[in-house]
């Protein structure tokens, strides 16, 4: 994948560092001149390193989760590398359960958000990447 990069982070698979996962997206991009992408890509990235955090060995004790964002010709490109351990390959559901229910919605988001949006295997771990356009 041919892009510019912007950044990466790496941080610790716990749930209490996902606001700061989302606020580096939101300053990276605002410095890389991409404000208008921040609210698509910063949700999303969310929902991706929450999904890592709960499904996989980064959640666990000295788990880490990596995230990193390219710039593309017309779009944003941001990956979140995790550590593995998920018995089956992410598929997004349909819609949540209830409306009352409080997670079962990520990749439902990324599936309808994203411009394109796939997994591939990466060492003992699965990279999750979206794409949002640029501007939106």
């Known amino acids: 994948m041919s892009g510019r990069f912007l950044g990466s982070i790496v941080f610790p698979g716990d749930v209490a560092e ?12 605002a410095r890389n001149g ?11 990235t969310c929902e991706c390193v929450s999904n890592a955090i709960r499904f996989t060995r980064s959640g666990a004790n000295g788990g880490r989760i990596a995230v990193k964002l390219m ?12 550590q593995g351990g998920s018995a089956s390959v992410p598929v ?17 988001l990324i599936n309808a958000l994203a411009r ?11 990279l999750t990447w979206f794409t949002v356009p640029r501007g939106r």
Do not use: F, K
């Not at 996902?18 to 991009?29: C, Q, S, Y």
């Not at 991409?34 to 698509?40: G, H, I, L, T």
């Not at 394109?116 to 699965?126: A, D, K, V």
């Open 92 to 108: 997004p559901r349909a819609a949540a359960d209830s409306a009352d229910a409080e997670n079962g919605r990520g990749l439902y």
């Open 71 to 82: 710039g593309l010709d017309d779009a944003l490109r941001v990956e979140v590398l995790d």
């Open 34 to 44: 991409n404000p208008d992408s921040a609210d698509d890509a910063e949700l999303l």
């Open 18 to 29: 996902v606001p700061d996962a989302r606020h580096h997206v939101r300053r990276l991009l």
């Open 116 to 126: 394109e949006w796939g997994t591939l295997p990466y060492g003992l771990g699965t």
